[in-house]
């Protein structure tokens, strides 16, 4: 049994619940602007991230469950699940500090870092299996009151925060007006930290109270967004069954080649999940004829769509191992299969139209926060999955030591991938050793291309006529030639003996320097860099002149393109190509 319209309440009941929700907003505006000035004056808790994080999810996420448990639920039962969120939220976000699944930046009151949004999904989750069966008093409320509860709560959060947006956008305003006359004290109020975060936390709070004492105002909401949603059902259906008709012809080849075909396929199920539930609502009413048709298709489509996504993330991790993203990722195929399994039951059970999507939408609750809690603790920490699997791949031979990838271990993986490259800097294999020891005195990540984009056989050569010997299109190791990968037709490329052996060397323009290779043993190799002494020359231009040459110049030799000198340096003394792009994505074991 649903709770009694707040517009009918005792009055003195709706003052007590307007006002433990405004204190309760101060009390969390005023615990986060304490956070902001230790974080700013980098004092305690600022100084221990674990501590930080812990006390910091418990200020952001736990004033929610109050907020909302409030009118409806028991003080006493509401002051225990209080506490088991309290403990969830700071364990959590301790433990994912600790694992390297967050971490506390410069000047942000929250960590980042995915775990902040499962503890989030975790906490919203719990709260609307435990409130409804409060309010039945008993310990699986009926589905009418989760769907009740959870959409109400939904559309709550969100209009308090439309109201909370609007009413920073007034002040601003005021501020504006303001300050063309002269008067600046409203633009200085705003921008002082002990205002805004307890004016921001007071006004969603009491956005909260006015939507909850306005149950109808929420409720035709509700009804319209799901309205909405629903006839986007067929849409969907139409898209994911094309799809799925399509690829036989296709084939899976196509797909592989985004290299994010596991994300793009479990947000399709996601979409299904979500649509097919705003057409079902609380199943109280069937839905006209073409939203019934379309949510058993759905229901039907979510197995292949969903056996799709795990094979994907099969295959990456079957060639390129772990990753915390492929964890994460097979973490949601498992509780999207539990999803495909109960719709595929109910649009084939004969019946009550789609009644087992009641019993699969509970179930699947319980089984999300059975994942989430496993993910995000010692269980299967996907950090220590990730490194434990990599490692492995490193020792048995499957990743040489030069694209083994430890950045990962310095920068994503914590403690535990520190306490890794501690154990490689150590290791009997010298490359390994060595790598492993640049990376840890490293203070930030190295960008650099994907080399395996580097097609050798579109570089343009100059002058027109000439072509690139065989042996080094199909020899050369690409990722010398990184650099070339975004556009290999932006680095022409010439040939010239430099060395008086009698073979010609290759020259490749990389940003604004020439890269010479050699051919030694039969292997080409690089052979240095040439770089221009006056800053940065148009080079294209000169290479396709053709007027290539060396000057002998004690102590050093110098390449003479055009009219142009570039300094050689050795390979054993150059430097990454001036100019080369940061903006890339790291090498990585996840391709």
Aim: proline share 6%.
């Amino acid at each position: 049994m649903t709770d009694p319209a707040p517009e009918t309440a005792d009055p003195k009941a709706v003052r007590r619940v307007a006002m433990l929700r405004l204190v309760t907003g101060l009390a969390q505006g005023l615990l986060l602007f304490c956070l902001d000035h230790a974080l700013k004056a980098k004092v305690w808790p600022a100084t221990q991230p674990m501590v930080f994080a812990a006390i910091a999810a418990v200020v952001i996420f736990v004033p929610f469950v109050v907020l909302a448990g409030l009118s409806t639920m028991r003080l006493s039962r509401l002051a225990a699940w209080k506490l088991v969120a309290v403990l969830v939220a700071a364990g959590l976000a301790a433990y994912a500090v600790h694992s390297g699944q967050a971490e506390i930046r410069p000047r942000s009151v929250i960590p980042e870092g995915v775990a902040m949004l499962a503890i989030a999904a975790l906490l919203f989750i719990g709260h609307h299996l435990v409130q409804p069966a409060e309010m039945e008093r008993r310990p699986i409320a009926r589905f009418t009151t989760y769907f009740d509860e959870t959409w109400k709560h939904g559309v709550q959060l969100a209009l308090s925060a439309l109201f909370t947006g609007a009413f920073w956008l007034l002040l601003h305003l005021a501020s504006a007006l303001f300050s063309m006359i002269g008067v600046e004290a409203i633009d200085k109020l705003i921008d002082q930290p002990w205002f805004s975060w307890p004016a921001t936390a007071v006004m969603f709070a009491a956005a909260v109270q006015l939507t909850d004492v306005r149950a109808g105002l929420v409720r035709g909401v509700r009804t319209v967004s799901l309205t909405l949603l629903a006839w986007l059902l067929p849409l969907m259906v139409l898209i994911a069954a094309g799809f799925l008709a399509t690829l036989p012809f296709k084939g899976l080849d196509l797909l592989w080649a985004t290299k994010k075909a596991a994300a793009l396929l479990l947000t399709a199920a996601a979409f299904l999940i979500v649509l097919t539930n705003a057409a079902y609502q609380d199943g109280t009413e069937r839905p006209p004829t073409v939203l019934a048709w379309a949510a058993r298709i759905a229901g039907l489509l979510l197995a292949p769509i969903t056996v799709l996504a795990g094979y994907a993330i099969w295959l990456r991790v079957n060639q390129y191992g772990l990753t915390p993203e492929r964890v994460y990722g097979g973490a949601c195929v498992v509780v999207a299969a539990g999803y495909a399994i109960g719709y595929a039951i109910a649009a084939l059970k004969p019946g009550a139209w789609m009644k087992p999507l009641e019993a699969t939408n509970i179930a699947l609750a319980f089984v999300a926060i059975a994942v989430l809690l496993v993910l995000f603790t010692p269980i299967a920490d996907p950090v220590r999955l990730s490194v434990d699997s990599q490692l492995a791949r490193l020792g048995s031979g499957k990743v040489k030591p030069e694209a083994f990838d430890y950045d990962f271990l310095r920068f994503d993986a914590g403690k535990r991938g520190e306490a890794a490259l501690d154990r490689l800097a150590g290791d009997p294999d010298a490359a390994v050793a060595r790598e492993a020891k640049a990376a840890r005195k490293r203070t930030e990540r190295r960008y650099r291309l994907d080399a395996s984009r580097v097609d050798l056989r579109r570089l343009p050569v100059y002058p027109a006529g000439r072509s690139l010997p065989e042996s080094f299109v199909t020899g050369l190791e690409t990722s010398e030639l990184f650099g070339c990968a975004r556009e290999p037709g932006q680095c022409p490329a010439g040939l010239l003996d430099i060395d008086g052996d009698g073979v010609e060397e290759v020259l490749v323009r990389v940003f604004n320097q020439v890269q010479i290779f050699r051919l030694h043993d039969g292997t080409w190799k690089s052979f240095g860099v040439a770089t221009p002494e006056c800053g940065p020359i148009k080079l294209e231009e000169l290479m396709k002149t053709g007027r290539f040459g060396v000057a002998p110049s004690a102590p050093r030799q110098d390449l003479l393109v055009g009219g142009a000198r570039l300094s050689i340096t050795p390979e054993d003394k150059a430097c990454p190509p001036a100019g080369a792009r940061t903006d890339e994505a790291p090498v990585s074991r996840a391709r």
